[in-house]
């Protein structure tokens, strides 16, 4: 790692202690009025004060299941929102160590040889390993195994229903790695019995290898069944790396102590991004027809990666503003920036506000109604923004809502503005029903909202 990009891990870290001064109840009443455009709100729940990371939605016997990781230690919040105006708080359920801000979840039914009548969940257990759980009912869990313990780091995983393979970012240094957030490959197909596959890191973070320029850290990986999209140094020093997934399966070298050569095969593409811009994640946009290209011979259908770099400091005490980009990865081999979505801070004068202000991620879901037609972003204290993809090379805000403060909202602190508190949507998540789900940072609660207007008309295509 560059020295530029130490010093900014150590500011990071800095900025980290100037958080919370926590509220232990609240309503929704405090507080000003929302901010929203072509949005609505149809339900919330305050998560107890709870400072929440990662939301996910589960069907689960005709009900929508909604799992939310947290932070500082807090464990996992378990809700029913089959009525979203009404959601309820099933189960709380604690981590042994340190928090539990990542969550997945696959049924039974999904996974090919699990027992078909159960929904499992999939969690980091602090950041000393990964954990599943029988949540077949949610207000119940039942402990299954550990697929990992014994780590130093922990981050987010992702879970293919459909194979059970899983993608886990996960401490590799007591492999003899230099790296404390690679990747380890997983078949959890049975949760029951889980299979280690790989370890997996960029060139250079394996053992006995030399440190590269971008960061080796890996934040997060996502699949769609074809390819894995690897987004390495959150905030700084960042890249993005496109592998085949059947290379990185079917792997013939030593599985924990792979060479620099044998990382680059499952490789299709790694493109490095400057040093005051790191990758968070990366999304694919698959298959996607742009208006206006079925006149050229390779212009229909296209696909397109979303990468987006993480914001950390409070008051945009920042090198650079935090954004997403669209890249066109229609030849994967070569993938190309053809715009970004950002939004301006004088349209709110954000950086007055207090907190983090930019992009933190991007929804995970591919399903419809949402996918290749819009994309939710959490923005930190400008709450969900949703954008029109239908045409990446011209993406559009069509929606935005940012939550009331309420009496639960932390304070977040900065040499510009003292002590404020402000919104921190963190991480949202979309359903099947047309509902954008806002997970806060800030301990304010999860926020159910559904789009209106010209923006619902997008989802629908009228």
Not at 105 to 128: F, I, V, W
Not at 142 to 171: M, P, Q, R
Request: aromatic letters at 10%; glycine letters at 10%.
């Amino acid at each position: 790692m560059t020295l530029s990009a130490r010093l900014r891990h150590f500011r990071i870290g800095l900025m980290g202690l100037m958080l919370a001064l926590p509220v232990t109840s609240g309503t929704l009443a405090e507080g000003p009025n929302p901010e929203a455009h072509n949005t609505r709100l149809v339900g919330f729940h305050s998560l107890r004060g709870k400072s929440a990371y990662q939301p996910i939605i589960k069907k689960q016997n005709g009900k929508y299941i909604v799992y939310v990781g947290h932070h500082g230690g807090a464990g996992t919040s378990i809700l029913d929102a089959t009525n979203p105006a009404k959601p309820v708080y099933l189960k709380h359920l604690p981590v042994s160590t340190g928090s539990s801000q990542m969550v997945q979840a696959c049924r039974g039914d999904e996974l090919p040889n699990a027992d078909k009548s159960k929904t499992y969940l999939l969690r980091t257990k602090g950041n000393s390993g990964h954990e599943i759980w029988d949540t077949t009912n949610p207000a119940k869990p039942v402990f299954v195994s550990t697929v990992i313990d014994g780590l130093s780091h922990t981050h987010k995983n992702w879970w293919e229903c459909d194979t059970g393979i899983a993608y886990l970012v996960s401490d590799l240094e007591p492999d003899g790695w230099s790296t404390d957030r690679g990747l380890q490959v997983f078949d959890l197909s049975n949760p029951t019995k889980p299979k280690f596959i790989r370890n997996f890191g960029m060139a250079g973070s394996q053992p006995g290898g030399k440190e590269t320029s971008a960061s080796p850290r890996i934040h997060e990986v996502t699949s769609d069944g074809k390819r894995i999209y690897v987004a390495y140094g959150t905030g700084s020093d960042g890249a993005v790396q496109i592998l085949g997934r059947e290379k990185l399966l079917n792997f013939s070298a030593d599985p924990k102590s792979p060479t620099a050569r044998d990382l680059l095969v499952p490789q299709i593409s790694r493109l490095n991004m400057p040093s005051f811009w790191g990758g968070h994640t990366a999304w694919p946009i698959l298959g996607l027809r742009v208006p206006g290209y079925d006149f050229y011979d390779e212009g229909n259908p296209r696909d397109f990666l979303v990468l987006v770099s993480e914001t950390f400091s409070n008051g945009c005490k920042e090198d650079m503003h935090h954004m997403a980009w669209f890249l066109d990865i229609t030849e994967a081999a070569k993938p190309f920036p053809v715009s970004n979505f950002h939004v301006k801070e004088s349209t709110g004068k954000f950086c007055r506000r207090g907190g983090r202000f930019g992009m933190h991620s991007v929804q995970w879901s591919y399903d419809q109604p949402f996918y290749r037609k819009i994309v939710a972003f959490p923005y930190f204290n400008a709450g969900m923004r949703a954008v029109d993809v239908r045409d990446p090379f011209r993406p559009k805000e069509v929606a935005y809502y940012i939550p009331a403060t309420n009496e639960n909202t932390q304070r977040r602190c900065d040499t510009r503005n003292g002590c404020q508190r402000v919104i921190q949507t963190n991480n949202v998540e979309v359903d099947d029903r047309g509902l954008i789900y806002l997970a806060d940072r800030a301990g304010t609660g999860l926020h159910i909202v559904e789009l209106t207007g010209a923006a619902k008309a997008i989802l629908y295509g009228k």
